[in-house]
């Protein structure tokens, strides 16, 4: 671990990440980085270059990827873990983790969610405010879990699913990868075909190819 903390993207979600950050009160000093040329500072934070500049600030500082599409999070994380970058969780001190929980590096857990024993949560995730993750669960890298968004236990979530805020899951279910379940969905059985699921109970909607929406 670094004494600096640098994180990529400065609007909506790289501004709740550094809100965590400075709430952890592990690093003297935070900025950020951002592509568009604009922000000069965020939230007070100052941003020093564009996200290509990570690279150059690898011996430096730990490296946070606030960016919220999983699959540009996905990208831009593997390139810092290939470059060797330090690549650390944040977990909001609000947030309650049980025993013998798993987190991977590059993953946010926001204020007030609770993750449940025994469950393992993949690199790059982010656990939305006020979601809940109960026992067993394993939720693979670069997943997004919206704020609200509840799983019961022994959920598993594929590589770069998405689920919409106040999203259900119900128990001992398997969600495959690069799904997108809708907000207030309720998924009742397996979805082992990826695409865009909405509704009470959830349906398929879509193969998704055409919508860029949280990818
Ligand atoms: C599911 C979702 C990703 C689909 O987005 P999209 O690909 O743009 O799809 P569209 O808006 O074209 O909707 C496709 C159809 O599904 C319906 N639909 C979309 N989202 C729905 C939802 N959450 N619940 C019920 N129906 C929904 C639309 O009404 C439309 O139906 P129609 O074809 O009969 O008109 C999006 O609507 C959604 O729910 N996003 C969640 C946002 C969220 O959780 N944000 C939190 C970020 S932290």
Same mark, same amino acid.
């Given at each position: 671990?670094?004494? +600096? ?17 400075? +709430? ?131 959920? +598993? ?59």
């Amino acid at each position: 671990m670094k004494n +600096k903390l640098l994180i990529i993207g400065a609007s909506g979600h790289g501004k709740v990440v550094a809100d965590i950050a400075l +709430k952890m009160n592990k690093w003297a000093s935070i900025a950020f980085l951002d592509d568009d040329t604009s922000f000069k500072s965020s939230m007070g934070i100052e941003v020093i270059g564009k996200s290509a500049e990570a690279f150059t600030h690898i011996n430096g500082y730990d490296i946070f990827v606030g960016i919220g599409n999983n699959s540009t999070r996905e990208k831009i994380q593997k390139k810092l873990e290939a470059e060797g970058a330090s690549i650390p969780s944040l977990i909001h001190p609000s947030a309650v983790i049980g025993e013998q929980v798993e987190l991977a590096s590059g993953t946010v857990v926001m204020a007030g969610v609770v993750v449940n024993c025994c469950t393992t949560i993949g690199k790059g995730c982010i656990i939305n405010t006020g979601a809940t993750i109960d026992h067993d669960n394993t939720i693979e890298d670069f997943v997004h879990i919206s704020p609200g968004a509840h799983l019961a236990g022994t959920v +598993k979530v594929g590589h770069g699913s998405w689920l919409g805020i106040g999203s259900i899951v119900s128990n001992n279910l398997n969600i495959i990868k690069a799904c997108r379940i809708g907000a207030g969905a309720v998924v009742i059985k397996d979805i082992t075909e990826s695409g865009i699921y909405v509704g009470v109970p959830a349906r398929r909607v879509s193969n998704g190819k055409d919508s860029n929406i949280g990818k």
